[in-house]
């Protein structure tokens, strides 16, 4: 009797070990770094969209199931043709950066539900590049106002998506292919542009040159005529009579010649 009892017991410790591995991938789960969970409860009011699981271990009820987010930064390609101001077909490529705001994935998975990158992020990147770049002409999005394009992309698209419970990190514009025969007249109006400021460069080079000279000129001109204003007569005199005893020292043989006119100076010719 006993036996039957332990037998009986084994079956059932048997059959309940079977069933708890069988259901072992429900119970107990663990979300990896970077990933946030939120719990459906079947009979306990359905999506708690409060209740955020963070990363690690966690126990749940068999009949419940745990939803995972990826909420790191992702990043996405889109290449697209839009009409520029003058009706013109561009072709855009673009990077975004984009997450789910991890507080947030209950609403998220309520609303929209894992496939948000399709059905958000993506189209409202798209009617964003197309209404902005419809107010540029290719030549604007080429050179001038690309960093401002890709700003107003960028504001667009974010505050649009923010309502959706997502988040924009950066939108860049990498390439921007327009027709040939375009593309060819805009490189050679920016040639024309370069060439034209170096000449203005140049010029502006030289007129300061000119200006340099002139009022060098001008300083050595003044200082000539405030010189010859202070020199007279008797200070030339006093000069010569100073050289021509410096001159005297020499220890070469010389001849030293007084000039016979007043306030003529003395000579000294060598021997």
């Known amino acids: 009797m006993k036996q039957n009892k332990l037998f009986t017991f084994g079956i059932f410790a048997l059959v309940g070990l079977i069933i708890i591995l069988a259901l072992s991938s429900s119970i107990f789960l663990t979300i990896e770094p970077g990933k946030k969970g939120v719990l459906f409860k079947r009979f306990g009011g359905g999506l708690d969209k409060e209740n955020i699981y963070g990363q690690g271990f966690h126990v749940i009820a068999p009949w419940n199931h745990m939803f995972i987010y990826d909420v790191r930064t992702n990043e996405g390609l889109e290449k697209m043709t839009v009409l520029s101001k003058n009706g013109l077909n561009i072709q855009v490529e673009l990077s975004y950066r984009y997450n789910p705001l991890p507080a947030?994935?209950?609403?998220?998975?309520?609303?929209?539900?894992?496939?948000?990158?399709?059905?958000?992020?993506?189209?409202?990147?798209?009617?964003?590049?197309?209404?902005?770049?419809?107010?540029?002409?290719?030549?604007?999005?080429?050179?001038?106002?690309?960093?401002?394009?890709?700003?107003?992309?960028?504001?667009?698209?974010?505050?649009?998506?923010?309502?959706?419970?997502?988040?924009?990190?950066?939108?860049?514009?990498?390439?921007?292919?327009?027709?040939?025969?375009?593309?060819?007249?805009?490189?050679?109006?920016?040639?024309?542009?370069?060439?034209?400021?170096?000449?203005?460069?140049?010029?502006?080079?030289?007129?300061?040159?000119?200006?340099?000279?002139?009022?060098?000129?001008?300083?050595?001109?003044?200082?000539?005529?405030?010189?010859?204003?202070?020199?007279t007569d008797k200070i030339l005199q006093d000069k010569g009579i100073e050289a021509t005893l410096e001159l005297a020292k020499s220890t070469n043989s010389k001849v030293v010649i007084v000039g016979g006119q007043e306030g003529g100076l003395p000579l000294i010719l060598n021997n």
Do not use: C, M, W
Not at 134 to 155: A, C, N, V
Not at 176 to 195: D, G, M, S
């Open 104 to 231: 947030q994935i209950g609403f998220l998975h309520d609303e929209i539900g894992p496939n948000y990158l399709n059905r958000i992020i993506i189209p409202e990147i798209r009617s964003a590049t197309r209404e902005v770049i419809g107010k540029y002409l290719p030549e604007e999005l080429y050179s001038s106002k690309r960093e401002t394009i890709q700003d107003e992309i960028f504001q667009r698209t974010s505050e649009n998506i923010s309502e959706k419970h997502l988040e924009l990190d950066a939108i860049l514009i990498r390439e921007v292919e327009l027709p040939t025969t375009l593309q060819e007249a805009i490189e050679r109006k920016l040639k024309e542009e370069q060439a034209s400021l170096e000449y203005e460069f140049r010029l502006e080079r030289e007129r300061k040159e000119a200006e340099r000279k002139v009022i060098e000129a001008q300083a050595k001109a003044d200082a000539n005529k405030i010189l010859n204003a202070s020199l």
